[in-house]
T-cell receptor, first 113, second 108 residues
Framework: DSGVTQTPKHLITATGQRVTLRCSPR?????VYWYQQSLDQGLQFLIQ???????AKGNILERFSAQQFPDLHSELNLSSLELGDSALYFC????????????FGSGTQLSVL | DAKTTQPNSMESNEEEPVHLPCNHS???????IHWYRQLPSQGPEYVIH???SNVNNRMASLAIAEDRKSSTLILHRATLRDAAVYYC?????????FGTGTSLTVIP
């Protein structure tokens, strides 16, 4: 158990809909990272937050957004969903904003039908 | 971004050593090199990381080339539980880059 909690584990929705994925980092970790994993793309970095502030942005679509709340949990919002958004979404946390090892959650499997 | 090149797949016999290579020729001088592995149906888990010197921990050893353009993860005695996808990941500032990794098959 990494100590990182992601909910829900599975999500099935339709094209055009909006969903919210939730992540609770390990106790004491200030940094949260979001990754997307699809079969043909590997693990793609989306975005990172540190203590409530956005610190780095990767290949995140404009239809996607995220935030980190004062209690340090984070949410990833995906809107106007397309079939190609079907993937595993992982959250990871670390104690600082660079260099420290990441602890990953077990992921949210999103299926867009 | 520092990109990585790893073999798509490798095989090893059980209880034999395994050397998993990674090329990261565009790495910057301050990027740490991390290795993670992902077991089936699980999130990636940390294995080891280093900057310049070789590193050892209970899971594996990390050998870093002198010019830091490549590294090798060494599993000293592969077990069936080591079958996973292994990613080398340069920590580029705030971002951890993951490529498509090496799928390791361990043969009993």
């Amino acid at each position: 158990d990494s100590g990182v909690t992601q909910t829900p584990k599975h999500l099935i929705t339709a094209t055009g809909q909006r969903v919210t994925l939730r992540c609770s980092p390990r106790s004491g970790d200030l940094s949260v990272y979001w990754y997307q994993q699809s079969l043909d793309q590997g693990l793609q970095f989306l975005i990172q937050y540190y203590n409530g502030e956005e610190r780095a942005k990767g290949n995140i679509l404009e239809r996607f957004s995220a935030q980190q709340f004062p209690d340090l949990h984070s949410e990833l919002n995906l809107s106007s969903l397309e079939l190609g958004d079907s993937a595993l979404y992982f959250c990871a946390s670390s104690s600082s904003f660079g260099g420290e090892k990441l602890f990953f959650g077990s992921g949210t499997q999103l299926s867009v039908l | 971004d520092a990109k990585t090149t790893q073999p798509n797949s490798m095989e090893s016999n059980e209880e034999e050593p395994v050397h998993l290579p990674c090329n990261h020729s565009t790495i910057s001088g301050t990027d740490y090199i991390h290795w993670y592995r992902q077991l089936p149906s699980q999130g990636p888990e940390y294995v080891i990381h280093g900057l310049t010197s070789n590193v050892n921990n209970r899971m594996a050893s990390l050998a870093i080339a002198e010019d830091r353009k490549s590294s090798t993860l060494i599993l000293h005695r592969a077990t069936l539980r080591d079958a996973a996808v292994y990613y080398c990941s340069p920590n580029t500032g705030n971002q951890f880059y993951f490529g498509t990794g090496t799928s390791l098959t361990v043969i009993p």
